[in-house]
């Protein structure tokens, strides 16, 4: 199957659950939500009716949005007059409320002054959750090509090189690979350059960013990520970056050493591979996300390690896993209180983390398909700690 043919299935799913809600349709604003129906990143609007063809309404670049775009009628953004008259009839409209700012609502609801919206988030997100074959090969192409890079970092790593100066070259040539760099993220407040490299206690670092390990950056208005610390034999140097190719998105994380590293480390490091051993066998559909993230914390505190377990005390993840797609905070999520089923055809990257206060980071991370054997491995590379 091509885009070509993955748009219009995209939109007939859409649609079906649209007349199930009594929605006479959906207006997208954002970016990456009319891609994944389109098949253009072009700044436009996309009208899906519960019924019939879809408009696609384009501010710029019209003419690379007529050679780009999945849909049959594309024309430029119409005047406010001209907007309204599209939507005579249509009472009940559905958007994206979570990705959509108050001043963008309310222009819209003053150009529709006699239409209903109601919030689709949790509709539109659990669709693009659940991944095609198509999607599947984009993912596979992005973990082969992100795991060859990563088996690149013994050629180059060494002590007393900065923390930036492993990232850099790491970045570099992933770049050569092919990798786009955005990391699109749904979450508000949420903001991340390729990835993170970190090397001892920099990884114990706090910081805004929602998952277990954030570094110290390297200014206070870009407080995640690498430093400008040296890299020291000893310390665990943790590499936990995204490959995205065509537009998708897969998670790995590894661990280097420059030496030996402590016992504690060691075992820490040998417990996040015994979780997410457990978890990956787990990923099937039915199970239930929340007793997951139950199983994974719960073989954490039997090794004494619960309090360490996915962040620096006092401030860790709520999590095991995430979703992984298009953006990188995609449903489901391994986590307390998400208590729904797995779904065939969902990507997850399960990273179980340890972050001790004195020594730093430790951990691992991959990319899974949810299969009825369990999760497909999609980043390939071996789980290894790699010592220089």
Not at 91 to 96: F, V
Not at 141 to 148: C, K, P, T, Y
Not at 170 to 190: D, T
Not at 216 to 241: F, K, M, N, T, W
């Amino acid at each position: 199957m091509s885009l070509s043919e993955e748009c219009p299935a995209r939109i007939a799913r859409l649609q079906s659950r649209l007349q199930q809600e009594q929605l006479d349709g959906a207006l997208f604003i954002y970016p990456i939500d009319i891609y994944y129906y389109a098949a253009t990143r072009q700044t436009s609007n996309l009208w899906v009716p519960a019924q019939g063809e879809p408009l696609l309404l384009v501010r710029k670049s019209y003419p690379r949005a007529k050679q780009e775009a999945c849909i049959a009628d594309i024309r430029p953004f119409p005047r406010s007059k001209e907007f309204a008259s599209l939507f005579e009839g249509q009472q009940k409209i559905g958007m994206t409320f979570d990705v959509t700012p108050v001043q963008q609502f309310n222009y819209y609801r003053k150009l529709l002054p006699g239409c209903d919206f109601t919030d689709i988030s949790l509709l539109h997100r659990e669709l693009r959750s659940v991944k095609s074959g198509w999607e599947l090969e984009r993912m596979r192409h992005a973990g082969a090509q992100l795991s060859r890079v990563f088996a690149t970092v013994p050629d180059f790593l060494q002590p007393g090189m900065r923390e930036v100066d492993l990232a850099a070259e790491f970045e570099a040539r992933l770049r050569k690979a092919g990798g786009e760099g955005y990391v699109r993220m749904r979450a508000f407040n949420q903001e991340l350059f390729m990835g993170v490299t970190v090397a001892g206690c920099s990884g114990s670092q706090g910081g805004f960013f929602d998952g277990p390990v954030t570094g110290l950056g390297l200014s206070d208005a870009a407080p995640h990520g690498p430093s400008r610390q040296v890299i020291e034999v000893g310390q665990p140097i943790l590499l936990d970056y995204t490959g995205i190719f065509d537009g998708y998105i897969v998670d790995m994380t590894r661990m280097f050493a420059c030496g030996t590293l402590s016992e504690t480390l060691q075992q820490g490091f040998a417990v996040a591979c015994q979780i997410e051993a457990a978890v990956a066998a787990d990923l099937k559909p039915g199970a239930i996300a929340s007793e997951l993230f139950a199983k994974a914390a719960q073989i954490a505190a039997e090794a004494g390690l619960g309090d360490y377990f996915m962040g620096p005390p006092g401030e860790q993840a709520k999590f095991v896993g995430h979703g992984v797609g298009l953006e990188l905070d995609e449903l489901p999520v391994l986590a307390q209180g998400f208590d729904v089923p797995l779904i065939a055809g969902q990507t997850i990257a399960v990273e179980p983390k340890f972050v001790f206060p004195e020594l730093g980071a430790i951990g691992i991370e991959n990319t899974f398909a949810v299969t009825d054997q369990g999760g497909e491995k999609i980043s390939v590379l071996s789980n290894d700690l790699v010592s220089v």
